[in-house]
C-alpha cells in the first residue's frame, strides 16, 4: 500500500474537485484555472493546487515569490483573499526541475496527499498534455474537468487525442474552453484562429459543451496580479459557471 496515495484520496474523499487541463502548453491553461479559483471564491472558499511540475505559472500569475510553509497538518497554502493557494513552485522555489517520467507521479502524490486543503471546493491546475501526472490524478480523484485549447487546426487536433485519452480512463470532460477564439474590435469580431466551426464540431463529435472565450489583451497588464483582474474574460468565466449550477 503507498501511505501518500492512501492520504491523498482520504484528503479529497468528500471534496468537489475541477481540474483545467490541455492538450499542449501556451493555451492560456493556468490562465483560466486561477481566473475560474478567483470566481469561485468569491462565493466560497476555495483552494487553488498548482501541478504543473515545469511551469509554476500559478504563482507567477499571482506574483507570489516565496516558499510554502509547512506545520505538523501539512504544506500551508499561501493566502490571496478566499482563495489558498498550492503550488510544486512553492516547494522547489524558482527553479527549472528535471524529472524522470516515474517521479513525476509521485511528485503530485506527495504534493496532493501533503498539502493541508480544508476547503470543500478545489480547482486543479494540471500539467499540460498526457502524462504520468494525469494517470496519477485519475487514481486519487474524480475530478469535474475543463478543458482548454485554442481554436486553431494544430490545438484541435492534439485535443482530439486527448479525448481519447480521456475518455479510455473514463473521464469526461464538462466542458471544451476555446480560448482566445475572438477579438472585439470597433471594426466588428476578429476570429485570430479562424472560424469556431471545428471546435463546435468537436464538442458535438465527443458530446461536450463547449464555450468560446474572447482574447482580452489587457490581462497581460495583471500578470504578477491577476487577482485584481476583472475584465472580461473573467466574467465570461464567471457567467458559464453560474448557468452550469
Known sequence: MNPILEMAKSRFKAKKVI???????????STIASLIALNLSERQKTALIDLDIYGNSTLKLFGINKLHEVSKEG???????????????GLVGDHYVVLPGKDEGNVVESLLGLANVKEDLVVIDTP?????ELLTLSRVLD????????P???????VKHMLDYLFDLGLKPKMILANMSFLNT???RIYPFGELEPVKEL??????????????PSIEEFVGRIQDYNGVLKEEL????????
Not at 499540460?128 to 504520468?132: F, I
Not at 486553431?152 to 492534439?158: D, E, G
Open 19 to 29: 481540474a483545467v487541463m490541455s492538450a499542449k502548453g501556451g493555451v492560456g491553461k
Open 75 to 89: 504544506i500551508e497554502p499561501f493566502l490571496v483573499s478566499n482563495l489558498s493557494i498550492y503550488s510544486i513552485g
Open 128 to 132: 499540460p498534455g498526457m502524462g504520468e
Open 143 to 150: 475530478p469535474e474537468i475543463y478543458l482548454v485549447t485554442l
Open 152 to 158: 486553431s487546426k494544430l490545438s484541435l487536433k492534439i
Open 186 to 188: 470597433t471594426n466588428g
Open 203 to 216: 464538442g458535438e463529435e465527443f458530446d461536450i459543451r463547449v464555450e468560446c472565450l474572447q482574447f482580452d
Open 238 to 245: 464567471a457567467r458559464f459557471l453560474i448557468c452550469k449550477e
